[in-house]
């Protein structure tokens, strides 16, 4: 996953911009790790968008 336009736009302070869904939330949001971090962040669903399994994948 990544952050969408919105979730940029809204998480100034967000270094990176890309990482892994771990988990749902109750609600509408998603326990995402981002890339360099070591703790899980809940993210709304709004803010992030998938990314396809070849632009994911280094080669």
Do not use: F, W
């Amino acid at each position: 996953m990544r952050l969408s336009s919105l979730g940029e736009e809204r998480s100034k302070k967000t270094i990176s911009k890309t990482g892994v869904i771990v988990g749902k939330t109750r609600g509408a949001g998603y326990y995402v790790l981002l890339d360099g971090n070591v703790t899980k962040s809940i993210l709304h669903c709004t803010y992030i968008e998938p990314v396809s399994d070849q632009a994911a994948r280094p080669t």
